[in-house]
C-alpha cells in the first residue's frame, strides 16, 4: 500500500540555521510526492512538488530532491527564519486513483 | 485567487447533534475532499467525490456522510455527532489534470 513516514517533531531551530525535515514514502507505481505548510490557524498550502524520479522542487528558498533508489523526499533550508515557524507535512499521490496520502506533520519552532 | 472556504472556523455541538459542515470552491474543480487532522495523526481521509452526485469512502468513513449536489459545494455530515469526532475538518478540491490540492482553512469542531 501507499504510506509516507516523516521524522516526528517539534523541531527547534534558531533563525539562520539549516533545516532539514526527513520523509519516506512507501509506494506502488510511480507516485507524485508533495510539501505542504500549515502555519497557524490556516489550512494546508502547497509549498513544493516533483513527478518524477530526480525531480527537485524548490519554493521560497525551500527544496526537496524526489529519490527513488532511497524512496525519500527530504525537506531542507539553507537558512530558516521566524516566519517559517509552522508544520510540515509530507504527501504522496497516488495518480491512478487521485488521492493523497500524508504524513503526520513535523512542527517546526524557529527562535529568533 | 482561486478559494475553498469552510463555512465556519470553530463549532461548538452536543452529542447527538446531527452537524453539517460545508466546503465551497470558486475553481470548478471535479475533486474534493474532506479531510480530518488530529495530532501525531496528520490528514486521514474520510470522503472524497469525483464529480457530481458521487461521492467514494475514504479510509475513516465511519460516523460520517457526505453530499454533493452542486459542483462547487461538497458538504460532510455527522449523522449523531460524539465526541471522538472532535477535530480539525480540513476541505480540499483538485482539478482532474493538475497536481495538488487547494485547502480550506479549517473548521475546528467540538462535541461535548
Known amino acids: 500500500g501507499n504510506s509516507v513516514t516523516q521524522m516526528e517533531g517539534p523541531v527547534t531551530l534558531s533563525e539562520e540555521a539549516f533545516l532539514t525535515i526527513n520523509c519516506t514514502y512507501t509506494?506502488?507505481?510511480?507516485?507524485?510526492l508533495f510539501w505542504y505548510v500549515q502555519y497557524p490557524g490556516e489550512g494546508l498550502q502547497l509549498l513544493l512538488k516533483a513527478t518524477k524520479a530526480d525531480d527537485k522542487g524548490s519554493n521560497k528558498g525551500f527544496e526537496a530532491t524526489y529519490r527513488k533508489e532511497t524512496t525519500s523526499f527530504h525537506l531542507e533550508k539553507g537558512s530558516v527564519q521566524v516566519s517559517d515557524s509552522a508544520v510540515y507535512f509530507c504527501a504522496l499521490s497516488d495518480n491512478n486513483f487521485n488521492k493523497f496520502y500524508f504524513g503526520s506533520g513535523t512542527k517546526l519552532n524557529v527562535k529568533p | 485567487d482561486v478559494k475553498v472556504t469552510q463555512s465556519s472556523r470553530y463549532l461548538v455541538k452536543r452529542t447527538g447533534e446531527k452537524v453539517f459542515l460545508e466546503c465551497v470552491q470558486d475553481?470548478?474543480?471535479?475533486?474534493m475532499f474532506w479531510y480530518r487532522q488530529d495530532p501525531g495523526l496528520g490528514l486521514r481521509l474520510i470522503y472524497f467525490?469525483?464529480?457530481?452526485?458521487?461521492?467514494e469512502k475514504g479510509d475513516i468513513p465511519e460516523g460520517y456522510s457526505v453530499s454533493r449536489e452542486k459542483k462547487e459545494r461538497f458538504s460532510l455530515i455527522l449523522e449523531s455527532a460524539s465526541t471522538n469526532q472532535t477535530s480539525m475538518y480540513l476541505c480540499a478540491s483538485k482539478q482532474e489534470l493538475i497536481y495538488g490540492y487547494t485547502f480550506g482553512s479549517g473548521t475546528r469542531l467540538t462535541v461535548v
Open positions: 475553481m470548478d474543480h471535479e475533486n
Open positions: 467525490s469525483y464529480d457530481v452526485k458521487m461521492k
Open positions: 509506494a506502488t507505481g510511480y507516485p507524485s
